[in-house]
């Protein structure tokens, strides 16, 4: 049988213990203290037995409430529960906010009534602690992220007078560190950013936890030092590892209304993520502008699908000119998508691609591009006779698409194209993610029949390097390259140092963002190839671009 389970009952009043004792005896140990610090005294000696304490909260040398607040600070006492007795009614607020896990009316209710409780308290208690072992974080002694929301979520249904701040903590370019320094050292990273975190708790009432690899979250009593907060355990990771620069960033989120802690933590670890890389201002509290902008990107997010089958997604056209001749030809386009939003408007691609470049949708957009693309070129070959080639867009999440190559090929042969036809811009900054993927597929399109354009080069992650190894067709200038030639001497020579290793690495290249004849002139002078820019034209529909290409054989027969 097991040995019975103990309960301590603290009460000043004899006849009250002695009735307690009286209804529990049958089932538990009773033990009694008759002061808070008698009370505490017993506690402390025999945590190990204590099942759970009945307290009252009038008595004299130390009261109930004292008897409560000191369970909470004392670390080994904390899990103690405790059934507050009172015959104030008014108390019971304030006893469950110390931490009281339940309370009793005195005089005592039906016996059945009290033992049913103390029963399911240490039940509670007990399965709690059954897989409390798993509460923290082997790591870094902080809790894990289940119990953290479940103590979050207490303090957050208990206290609503409490103002709280949630407060996530992120380590920049961690997978770095680890994979530069070792996984030795990225533990003791963590594990400093831990004690800096616990040294914090101890000034500032609250829980913290270690989510994923390196992003930590914070549940605690408001602060208006955000920035200091940060500074501080900047400085001191700074002091922890001076060698290895350790930058951290920071997103809050202020309790101001009723949310519920995940949601704010939602919102903190959005705010964390807007200042992602940003090392001069690695803070961010979650305000009424992300709000907004949050609730806009959902907006967009759910509207997608419906768009798409709604043809609100339209394709524009941008010609690009080959000057070379005088007076430069149509040579080609580039598609070029816009949302017809049928509330908002036209939505531009650099409100929504980067959206659903996060998580693939883009994929969707850019298939349903290629096919309107694919069907247009078609046309025109049928209307005007002749082979006007389009460049689409391949976003970083259409190289990841295992069926991209079967795709595009269908592309061509269901509409009785040329690969020569549809060329692929391929951006630069997809080279940087997965250069060995990039490469293959590169390859393998090429080999087929497509043609490659890197797009947006020099825009900030080329490597000469990375040029050479890739097979690409058609270098695409960045339009950065080509704003300032007028009046930038240094601009000028960069752009005919990008013209001079193309031609030595026998690519062409199209001048993006063209928009003055003096700029036009500068750049035929370099011995550029092709020129896309609204010195021409701007995007259009493929109506509007028709009178383009009627233009281009007028003056080719004429
Ligand atoms: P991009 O591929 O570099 O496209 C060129 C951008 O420059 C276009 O902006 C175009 O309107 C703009 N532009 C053209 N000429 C001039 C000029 O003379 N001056 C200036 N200031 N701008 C000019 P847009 O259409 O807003 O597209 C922005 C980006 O969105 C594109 O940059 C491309 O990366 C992406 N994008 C557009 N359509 C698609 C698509 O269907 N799929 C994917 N994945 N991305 C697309
Ligand atoms: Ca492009
Ligand atoms: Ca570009």
């Not at 955000?226 to 989120?253: C, N, T």
């Not at 030809?329 to 939505?347: F, Q």
């Not at 960069?494 to 031609?503: H, N, P, R, W």
Request: include cysteine; charge should be negative; aromatic fraction near 8%.
């Amino acid at each position: 049988m097991r040995r019975p389970r103990t309960v301590l009952i603290v009460d000043d009043q004899e006849i009250n213990s002695d009735a307690l004792e009286v209804i529990l005896g049958n089932d538990y140990d009773v033990i009694t203290a008759d002061n808070g610090v008698r009370a505490l005294e017993l506690m402390r000696s025999h945590i190990n037995e204590i099942s759970i304490v009945m307290l009252d909260l009038m008595m004299p040398v130390m009261n109930g409430y004292e008897v409560l607040k000191t369970i909470r600070e004392e670390e080994e006492l904390r899990n103690l529960p405790v059934i507050v007795m009172t015959s104030y009614k008014e108390a019971e607020v304030d006893a469950l906010r110390l931490g009281a896990s339940d309370f009793i009316t005195k005089p005592f209710d039906l016996h059945e009534v009290i033992l049913a409780r103390v029963g399911r308290i240490i039940e509670l208690n007990e399965g709690r602690r059954l897989i409390s072992s798993a509460e923290k974080d082997e790591l870094t002694g902080l809790y894990i992220k289940n119990f953290f929301f479940e103590y979050a979520d207490r303090i957050f249904r208990y206290h609503p007078e409490l103002k709280m701040d949630t407060l996530v903590l992120n380590i920049e370019q961690f997978h770095s560190v680890n994979a530069l320094h070792g996984r030795e050292f990225g533990d003791a990273v963590l594990r400093a950013m831990c004690s800096f975190i616990r040294e914090f708790l101890r000034e500032t009432e609250g829980i913290a936890s270690r989510f994923d690899a390196d992003r930590f979250s914070i549940y605690c009593t408001h602060r208006d030092d955000h920035r200091a907060i940060l500074e501080r355990f900047q400085a001191k990771m700074y002091e922890f590892s001076p060698k290895v620069r350790i930058h951290l960033r920071m997103g809050v989120d202020e309790r101001t209304e009723d949310v519920e802690p995940v949601l704010l933590f939602d919102r903190a670890r959005t705010a964390c993520i807007m200042v992602r890389g940003d090392y001069q201002n690695p803070l961010m509290i979650y305000n009424e502008e992300i709000l907004k902008k949050e609730l806009f990107d959902q907006r967009l997010l759910s509207d997608l699908r419906n768009a798409l089958a709604d043809g609100q997604f339209q394709v524009y056209y941008q010609p690009k000119y080959d000057i070379r001749c005088e007076p430069p030809r149509l040579r080609s386009a580039e598609a070029l998508v816009r949302w017809d939003h049928p509330e908002l408007g036209i939505i531009s691609p650099g409100t929504f691609i980067p959206l659903f470049e996060g998580n693939g949708l883009i994929t969707l957009v850019d298939n349903y591009v290629w096919e309107e693309t694919a069907k247009q070129v078609a046309q025109w070959r049928n209307k005007f006779s002749l082979t006007l080639p389009v460049s689409v867009n391949l976003s970083r999440a259409d190289v990841f698409d295992p069926d991209l190559t079967d795709r595009l090929c269908r592309l061509i042969k269901d509409n009785g194209l040329d690969y020569c036809d549809i060329k692929l811009e391929v951006t630069e900054s997809a080279y940087s993610q997965d250069a060995d993927r990039l490469l293959a597929l590169i390859h393998t399109l090429r080999k087929i029949g497509f043609e490659i354009e890197m797009d947006d080069f020099g825009a900030g992650y080329s490597s000469l390097n990375m040029l050479s190894s890739m097979p690409i067709d058609v270098l695409k200038m960045d339009m950065s390259f080509v704003r300032n030639i007028e009046n930038s001497e240094t601009d000028l020579r960069l752009m005919k140092l990008i013209l001079d290793i193309a031609g030595y690495l026998k690519l062409s290249v199209v001048a993006e963002g063209v928009e003055t004849e003096g700029q036009l002139k500068l750049l035929r002078d370099a011995d550029c190839d092709l020129v896309q820019g609204y010195y021409f034209s701007r995007l259009v529909p493929a109506k509007e671009f028709e009178k383009l290409i009627v233009k281009e054989r007028e003056r080719s027969v004429g």
